[in-house]
């Protein structure tokens, strides 16, 4: 044990990590983001074998918001569980019950054909008791997509899933007016217009999910936000007036008509040429699927930049 006994440098396979509820040996790597990486490790002395999330800093929110969901039967509420965490140097080693893969893995492993509605009732009954959990804790998840959803055990327990990454989880008393969050294709959209936001923001992305389970594809435009807003409304109709006016950023996807002499309203921009704000993430390369697309979109190592741009509607 000590030829491999993890002392300096970066953890890779083989290495032997000490934690507070045991020993762990790194198999190996199954995930990378911008947090760091995801090890499938075995827990020495037992047949156990845990997924050892291992990021760089102090990931002190991310600890406390699990040791909220300590308070809640995990399994019930189709959470994932912590099992240990412990510091190794400059990172944070964070020990989970190991799951089995994301629905974007899963939908991606089947080239995108759509679940059945059956299945996808299954999967929704599922992460609304998740919500329901969050809920009774006051917590918002903020994070909500296909990454974010794991399949527990498809061949013995089939869509059974468990909802996973508490990374930008928040307290509802701590969400901010006007702050930017969750993935841009999943995002509500009181957090598009700068309104007050609570825990329906996870319940917006959730229903969006359950869409491109249900199409195979996404069910709007994603190159900017303005895009995603004008689909929105060409097919839910215009938010209501009075929300508008509350919005933050309403200037950015609306504008103000004279609709008589005594007041203006809130219209698209429809026939004009003119500034929109948005953050720019990359265009899809040809012949790549939305799952791709989509996963490529959101990978931290990815460059985004805020810009302002000319487009016609």
């Given at each position: 044990?000590?030829?491999?006994?993890?002392?300096?440098?970066?953890?890779?396979?083989?290495?032997?990590?000490?934690?507070?509820?045991?020993?762990?040996?790194?198999?190996?790597?199954?995930?990378?983001g911008s947090f760091g990486r995801v090890a499938k490790c075995k827990k020495l002395g037992t047949d156990k074998v845990v997924a050892i999330k291992i990021v760089s800093g102090s990931a002190q929110t991310e600890i406390n918001l699990l040791k909220e969901l300590s308070k809640i039967d995990a399994d019930k509420h189709n959470l994932v569980k912590m099992v240990d965490c412990f510091r190794y140097k400059s990172y944070t080693c964070i020990a989970l019950e190991?799951?089995?893969?994301?629905?974007?893995?899963?939908?991606?492993?089947?080239?995108n054909q759509p679940l059945t509605v059956e299945e996808i009732k299954t999967i929704a009954w599922q992460m609304i008791v998740a919500l329901k959990g969050l809920e009774s804790i006051n917590l918002v998840h903020c994070d909500i997509k296909l990454d974010n959803i794991m399949l527990v055990d498809q061949v013995s327990e089939p869509f059974r899933v468990k909802l996973i990454d508490f990374g930008v989880a928040e307290k509802v008393r701590d969400m901010r007016t006007g702050c930017l969050m969750q993935n841009m294709v999943y995002r509500a959209p009181e957090v598009h217009l700068g309104l007050?936001?609570?825990?329906?923001?996870?319940?917006?992305?959730?229903?969006?999910?359950?869409?491109?389970l249900y199409t195979g594809t996404f069910i709007h435009e994603w190159d900017s936000e303005y895009d995603i807003i004008r689909a929105m409304?060409?097919?839910?109709?215009?938010?209501?007036?009075?929300?508008?006016?509350?919005?933050?950023?309403?200037?950015?996807?609306?504008?103000?008509?004279?609709?008589?002499?005594?007041?203006?309203?809130?219209?698209?921009?429809?026939?004009?040429?003119l500034c929109i704000?948005?953050?720019?993430?990359?265009?899809?390369?040809?012949?790549?699927?939305?799952?791709?697309?989509?996963?490529?979109?959101?990978?931290?190592?990815?460059?985004?930049?805020?810009?302002?741009?000319?487009?016609?509607p």
């Open positions: 044990m000590s030829d491999n006994l993890v002392l300096d440098g970066e953890v890779r396979e083989g290495f032997i990590l000490l934690g507070k509820k045991g020993v762990y040996k790194v198999e190996k790597f199954i995930g990378e190991l799951l089995d893969q994301s629905l974007y893995d899963f939908m991606r492993e089947r080239y007050p936001l609570d825990q329906r923001v996870d319940m917006w992305s959730l229903g969006y999910v359950l869409c491109v409304v060409n097919m839910q109709g215009m938010p209501d007036q009075k929300v508008l006016n509350q919005g933050l950023y309403t200037e950015s996807f609306f504008t103000k008509t004279e609709e008589n002499s005594r007041r203006k309203l809130w219209k698209t921009f429809l026939h004009t040429q704000r948005y953050t720019l993430t990359f265009v899809q390369p040809a012949g790549t699927s939305y799952l791709e697309y989509e996963k490529g979109g959101v990978a931290q190592s990815s460059p985004t930049y805020t810009v302002n741009v000319f487009s016609n």
